[in-house]
């Protein structure tokens, strides 16, 4: 009776399981960043004529190297990438100006405030002098991609330092935002993205710890993109007097900016109907790439990994995200082994979220009680929701 429970125990957690034992070929091919330029092209490189102009050159490691199609840290101290680093007063949030131009409260009143610059024009809206002589910063530098002519654009790939010596969380860009170039009024502004994460509500991205952030947006027509760095993982902030310093140094490897060629109005509109296209395979993809970190942290018995795959809002029956967690602890407690083969993974994007269907053959091995291993197969049904920004299980049912 004992082993008759144990074994019943054991496929109810493996119901809850989802994955795909092996990398199947969409998920290689977005690992290898295949599906995020499928149908696009990087814009940004040298040997399409752009660009790149940045906010302190720095011989040692010169802003050429941005776009040369290198994102490795492999050859960092060598030179490769672009690095800048900023000493100085620094008021982190908005734009600032010129706090003694006579035209400041009027444009204030108007709403144009961020049209205005006081001084260099590739600094427009980051940096202020005060009345004083001091200066005041929003950002602690920026890279303008600045393209031969004017581009269709709706994505941009930032690769920021991350190797042994220097791993991303603790030397890699962190707050950043993206902003094109408007002829319309001659301004900058903020590309407004999809595919928002949790805590990232707005259009900047905050807080990363990654070696690759990655901006999705509506697509842009426009002839430069301006990336402002606001903060890094080694910045600081301290005060002096009654003023807020900061300091932090800026270590980037390659900047891609990717979109269409041709710029005829029909092919663009046309194109703007293939990025949507785009978008669905990118979410299926992102979805089979949870499916398949939650097998490889089931078949490693890695608790934490697996349940990163699972919304907070995971609802089956009874049982919630917490109960689930700590029953699939149990799971890896009773057995030494924990493997699981998944076959025909079919995804559906509905209204309300994504459904997954797949056969799945499961084996359990090396029970801690002696009992004899354990084989499980059907059909599991997974729901998904992107509700976070994210997508993530919400609940996993068995046919």
């Known amino acids: 009776m004992k082993n008759v429970k144990l ?3 054991i496929l109810l957690g493996f119901i809850l ?3 795909c034992s092996g990398k199947s070929s969409l998920v290689k091919f977005i690992r290898e960043g295949g599906l995020e330029t499928k149908g696009l092209v990087n814009l940004a490189l040298a040997s399409n004529g752009t660009r790149f102009i940045v906010s302190k050159a720095n011989p040692d490691h010169p802003a050429h190297t941005l776009n040369n199609g290198i994102t490795s840290s492999e050859n960092w101290d060598q030179g490769e990438g672009w690095e800048s680093k900023y000493e100085g007063r620094f008021s982190r949030g908005g734009y600032v100006y010129r706090e003694d131009d006579p035209r400041l409260d009027e444009m204030r009143r108007s709403g144009d405030a961020q049209d205005f610059d006081p001084d260099d024009p590739a600094w427009r809206g980051l940096r202020a002098q005060t009345t004083w002589g001091g200066g005041i910063s929003t950002a602690l530098g920026w890279v303008i991609i600045e393209f031969p002519e004017q581009k269709m654009v709706n994505r941009v790939v930032i690769h920021t330092i991350d190797s042994a ?3 991303a969380a603790k030397f890699g ?6 902003q094109y170039w408007t002829h319309v009024v001659d301004s900058w502004k903020v590309v407004e993205r999809f595919g928002k994460g949790k805590g990232q509500a707005g259009n900047s991205i905050r807080n990363s710890k990654s070696r690759v952030i990655t901006f999705r947006f509506q697509p842009v027509k426009t002839s430069k993109l ?5 903060w890094t993982n080694d910045s600081r902030q301290y005060n002096r007097g009654n003023y807020t310093y900061s300091s932090g140094t800026i270590r980037l ?5 990717y979109g269409y060629e041709k710029d005829e109005q029909a092919e663009a509109e046309a194109e703007v109907v293939a990025a949507s296209v785009i978008q669905d395979a990118n979410e299926i993809a992102e979805i089979e790439i949870i499916v398949d970190n939650y097998v490889d942290g089931y078949n490693r018995q890695k608790t934490d990994m697996l349940m990163s795959s699972i919304s907070p809002d995971y609802s089956k029956d009874e049982e919630k995200y917490p109960d689930l967690k700590k029953r699939m602890e149990s799971v890896f407690e009773g057995y030494e082994h924990t493997g699981l083969e998944l076959k025909n993974l079919e995804i559906e994007l509905t209204d309300g979220g994504a459904k997954a269907t797949s056969t799945y053959t499961a084996q359990y091995e090396g029970a801690a ?3 004899p291993p354990v084989t499980a197969s059907g059909i599991l049904i997974f729901r998904l929701s992107d509700a976070t920004g994210q997508w993530k299980i919400t609940r996993i049912d068995s046919q």
């Open 7 to 9: 074994t019943y125990a």
């Open 17 to 19: 399981l989802a994955g």
């Open 165 to 167: 010596e220097y791993p």
């Open 173 to 178: 860009v962190s707050d950043v935002q993206l």
């Open 226 to 230: 301006r990336l402002i760095i606001r």
């Open 253 to 257: 490897l390659e900047i891609e900016a």
């Open 369 to 371: 009680d002696g009992s």
